[in-house]
């Protein structure tokens, strides 16, 4: 055999070893959670009551379009939460929140709280290093476990679970990072239930979220959310007490949805 030919032979056997090996799909670097319940564009508006009277507006929105962190599209979600400034001498809340939400994970890579609640004041800021494991924040640099989750980011991974699986009575275990530290963040599955809002009647999954530290309202008890009972798993209600007493927060208008809302229960006159 020449030299040449030998050479020749070990290129072929080059060629088709590196054929081979890109032909076989590289591990994925993060996890991968399939989502049915939201995209991109999705905005939910609320109607925020407390007692009998309308107490403020609140709405979660997911921009149009994806933004990028560390190479990977994510979701920009936004969470904001006002009363009326004729109310405003009752308790002023001017509450945003924000996360960056990794698309195919569901997981966050930054988060933005700003609380406004009365004469309480907060302003905080992680970036969450997905890679390392360090939460990178207002208040320091912490360890954190991997896929560890924010208040908003929790919320949008539950929507894509498959929730009627769960029985009722059960707990789904997360972990929430907050204020220097992560705490875990049980989500308790009460039951379903049929609720009616200003933007029609819906059949619902009722979920208990049993937050220590962080949550999305500065609250001192439980609270309740009610869920769409289909793929979408939209919050229809929310109740929660704060230092005045118990509000509400109903589903007023949606848009953007990724499918179908079928657990809207229609009017004999929308059949």
Request: hydrophobic residues 35%.
């Amino acid at each position: 055999m020449s030299i040449a030919h030998g050479v020749s032979m070990k290129s072929s056997i080059a060629a088709i070893a590196l054929f081979v090996v890109g032909a076989i799909p590289l591990r994925e670097e993060f996890r991968y959670v399939p989502n049915e319940a939201y995209g991109f564009g999705e905005r939910l508006e609320y109607r925020v009551g407390y007692k009998f009277i309308t107490a403020g507006r609140a709405y979660f929105s997911i921009a149009p379009e994806p933004v990028m962190r560390e190479g990977r599209p994510c979701y920009d979600i936004n969470f904001e939460v006002r009363s009326l400034e004729s109310l405003d001498w009752l308790y002023r809340v001017r509450d945003r929140y924000r996360t960056i939400l990794d698309v195919g994970g569901i997981f966050p890579w930054e988060f933005e709280q700003h609380i406004r609640e009365g004469n309480f004041h907060r302003d905080f800021y992680a970036r969450f290093d997905q890679r390392n494991h360090k939460a990178i924040t207002t208040e320091g640099t912490f360890d954190v476990p991997p896929y560890v989750h924010d208040i908003v980011s929790a919320f949008y991974y539950v929507r894509t679970l498959d929730l009627r699986k769960y029985p009722k009575g059960s707990v789904i275990q997360l972990q929430n990072f907050f204020d220097r530290k992560t705490h875990d963040l049980g989500v308790r599955i009460l039951g379903r239930n049929t609720v009616e809002v200003e933007s029609g009647t819906f059949r619902c999954i009722v979920i208990e979220p049993l937050i220590k530290e962080g949550g999305l309202f500065k609250s001192d008890g439980r609270i309740l959310i009610w869920l769409s009972d289909d793929d979408r798993k939209i919050p229809v209600k929310v109740s929660t007490r704060i230092p005045i007493g118990t509000i509400d927060a109903e589903l007023t208008g949606y848009s953007g949805l990724r499918g179908p809302m079928q657990a809207r229960v229609l009017k004999p006159t929308e059949q």
